[in-house]
């Protein structure tokens, strides 16, 4: 593509306030959070309708360079290069990219309003707990979630067949010390307020795994490792997926 026909899609495009992509060789220097030169090479450029700008190398998911939103763009035509500007006044920082050839360009106006879900977190993990409190073992009934403390939110709080108090600490990756901490808080607390001690009730953790020296220090306050895989929502999508021996 001809640099003056790239400058005047670029130009049109930012104008309709369109996502842009741009596949070009070229040369980088940005000042700001520190100073940086980039030589010649090939790169994606991705310019968003927030004025975003990312510049990306052929491998690697992090960007080489960017420009955080509501940065002003301005581009130009020097010589044999298509010049982009990209500055942020507030943050004080200046990116320019020299295009010396443009491989392709294309862009398009988007439109998402989601927000990101995560899922299989701790919140997930405790109303699965809940609702299927064989999770933690045939004997526990759970009566609340999210309750709260002093110390924050006990993930599932119930009780056991004997009638001992359960509390149970959720973690969606392998538990460590600070989680068998914060269990012990809790712990503590619900004795305090309930006026009873050790034996009338029962800590445990809810994950995947446990670090060694925390399974030391569970061992140490008599509390439990129940192993709980997060929820896994793709598991529904799986379920009906067919494979060759169905066929």
């Known amino acids: 593509m001809e640099l003056e026909d790239a400058l005047q899609e670029l130009d ?11 596949f070009c060789s070229c040369t980088i220097s940005y000042s700001g959070r520190a100073e940086s030169e980039l030589g010649e090479g090939e790169r994606v450029i991705v310019i968003k309708q927030d004025n975003t700008v990312l510049v990306h190398q052929p491998t690697d998911s992090t960007p080489v360079n960017y420009m955080k ?33 443009v491989v392709s360009l294309s862009a398009a106006k988007l439109q998402d309003g989601r927000s990101l879900q995560l899922v299989g ?9 809940r609702d299927n409190p064989d999770e933690i073992g045939s004997w526990f009934t759970p009566v609340s979630r999210e309750e709260h403390t002093a110390y924050g939110f006990m993930d599932v709080f119930g009780y ?11 973690k ?22 309930k006026g009873v001690g ?25 509390y439990e490792h129940a192993r709980v895989e997060p929820p896994n929502r793709q598991e529904r999508f799986r379920e009906k997926q067919q494979s060759l021996s169905d066929f």
């Open 12 to 22: 049109d495009a930012l104008r309709r306030n369109e996502v842009i992509t741009v």
């Open 69 to 101: 939103d509501g940065s002003s763009i301005e581009l130009s035509h020097d010589d044999d290069r298509l010049v982009l500007e990209s500055r942020n006044l507030a943050d004080k920082d200046y990116l320019q990219v020299e295009i010396s050839d």
């Open 121 to 129: 977190t701790e919140e997930d993990m405790s109303d699965m707990i």
């Open 160 to 170: 056991d067949d004997e009638g001992r108090f359960v509390i149970v600490e959720c």
């Open 172 to 193: 969606r990756y392998t538990a460590g010390v600070s989680a068998v901490q914060q269990l012990r808080r809790y712990v503590e607390k619900v004795q305090a307020l």
């Open 198 to 222: 050790d034996a009338k009730t029962r800590g445990v953790i809810a994950a995947p795994d446990v670090a060694s020296n925390a399974k030391d220090m569970l061992q140490d306050w008599s």
